[in-house]
């Protein structure tokens, strides 16, 4: 038999029996949160499976009520498996946990009512969004992965790219291009260990924790927790019901994440530009102008900036929504799920955009080189002076004023006569003054662990390719 559509049954409450009449429209349309979590149907069905199987296991239910109850929860999910957006909203139910139930009693008749024993949407809906965060979590990792293998992908063949580096937006130091590509990978490392740090916690079990006092009723919440893939069970049930911090910790680390996506997109939109010319984005993660014919706008890039401030809006505003608020659960907790879906929709549609635009990005070697100043290799002319045996210190001076007379002379430090460098510090008699000003030298000296030699470079990369 045809069932009926959801939109088109009249909604039940959960509550009610203490009230006269029903909530008013603007009630209802205030307190319904159904369009924002129906995203939680197949976890409320798999909670609730767990949930009707250990109801059979404490024999609280006959096995017969707990199979009726199994049987139509997969019913249910079928049904809810063909629902577009128009049907999502048409639903007039207060939320997913009345949907499910309403449906549930629509497939197997009064039985339905058994399945609320001992729970409440207090502990279900803790773990319904649990459950949906660990998952999140798990794509989450696997496409910041994806971004790190991006970055890997291009350093390996710009080991020997020589490119400035940058401190306060100057010019500072010669590195190689894949070292400036790594950097953005490490940082991206410690989001994927946050990820796993907060799955920990995000992976505790609230099932069986009841509205506030716990559960009257010999449920087996160590069954449940395996049963659902969780990690832990929770230890308290007043805490289990309005702890939220496991929300905050998810948008902390879609915050921090964001963040250094910001930074790696301010790099790449000023070295794509023609002032810097340093890379090139493809055409493919690139947009152009209405008016303006010419413009390569990175545009992928300026959207990944733009939305650090989103997630950090999301954070902060999550934060403010838990500081007020006594023990155990209250209406406020409604709110977190808006934050929480946000933040994972836009990283689910930020990070292979960012993925694909560094993939596919070629380097213009020789306008990096170029831009490579012999005053960068300042530092090398004074370290071959400490090897001479000056204090770092007075060889700080000494080159400082070097760098003072070729600014006079209006000339490249290169370019000062060797007699002016023997002037200000004899050692430099018999020094091979063209290799000092070698970048690649320069890189090749800096081969202690993390730094721009190619060896410290390939020791990264191989380090990488093993978290990765």
């Not at 149907?41 to 009707?52: H, K, N, Q, T, V």
């Not at 070698?438 to 390939?458: I, K």
Request: one cysteine or more; hydrophobic letters at 45%; a negative charge.
């Amino acid at each position: 038999m045809e069932q009926p559509d959801a939109g088109a049954v009249q909604s039940t409450r959960l509550w009610g029996g203490r009230f006269e009449g029903s909530p008013s429209v603007e009630m209802d349309r205030l307190n319904r949160s159904l369009p924002v979590d129906h995203r939680l149907w197949r976890e409320d069905i798999e909670g609730s499976l767990a949930w009707a199987t250990a109801l059979g296991r404490a024999e609280v239910l006959t096995e017969d009520e707990a199979s009726t109850l199994r049987e139509g929860l997969e019913q249910v999910a079928e049904r809810l498996r063909s629902f577009d957006s128009a049907r999502w909203h048409a639903a007039a139910d207060e939320d997913i946990h009345t949907l499910v139930e309403r449906l549930l009693r629509e497939q197997v008749g009064a039985v339905a009512g058994r399945l609320h024993t001992g729970r409440s949407r207090n502990d279900q809906v803790a773990t319904d969004t649990r459950l949906w965060a660990l998952r999140a979590l798990d794509r989450i990792d696997s496409l910041v992965r994806d971004l790190q293998a991006a970055l890997l992908s291009q350093a390996e063949p710009n080991v020997a790219t020589v490119m400035p580096s940058y401190t306060h937006l100057q010019r500072a130091q010669p590195i190689a291009a894949a070292h400036w590509l790594l950097s953005h990978a490490w940082a991206l490392s410690r989001d994927r260990e946050r990820i796993a740090g907060t799955r920990e916690r995000v992976g505790t079990l609230p099932l069986g924790s009841g509205a506030i006092a716990g559960c009257p009723f010999p449920i087996d919440r160590e069954f449940l927790r395996d049963e659902l893939g969780f990690l832990a069970v929770t230890q308290n049930s007043i805490d289990a019901v309005g702890d939220r911090d496991w929300v905050a910790e998810i948008l902390f680390v879609a915050s921090t994440l964001g963040v250094h996506l910001s930074r790696l997109a301010e790099d790449v939109i000023l070295f794509a530009s023609a002032e810097f010319g340093f890379v090139r984005l493809a055409d493919t993660y690139s947009t152009g102008s209405s008016l303006m014919p010419q413009k390569r706008n990175p545009d992928a890039m300026e959207l990944a900036r733009g939305k650090a401030g989103r997630f950090i809006g999301g954070l902060v505003g999550t934060l403010a929504l838990l500081k007020g608020l006594p023990t155990g659960y209250n209406k406020d907790l409604q709110e977190d799920k808006v934050a929480l879906f946000d933040a994972v929709d836009e990283l689910e549609t930020l990070l292979p955009a960012v993925a694909g635009s560094i993939s596919t990005m070629t380097f213009d070697v020789d306008r990096c080189a170029a831009a490579v100043d012999p005053a960068m290799l300042a530092t090398d002319l004074a370290d071959f002076l400490v090897r001479e045996g000056i204090p770092f210190r007075e060889a700080h001076e000494r080159i400082g004023r070097l760098v003072r007379a070729a600014e006079e002379l209006g000339c490249s430090l290169s370019e000062l006569p060797r007699d002016r460098f023997i002037e200000i510090s004899k050692e430099f008699a018999d020094a091979n003054l063209d290799g000092l000003f070698d970048p690649l030298q320069s890189l090749e000296a800096r081969s202690a662990p993390g730094g721009t030699a190619g060896v410290s470079v390939r020791a990264q990369m191989e380090a990488l390719k093993h978290l990765l």
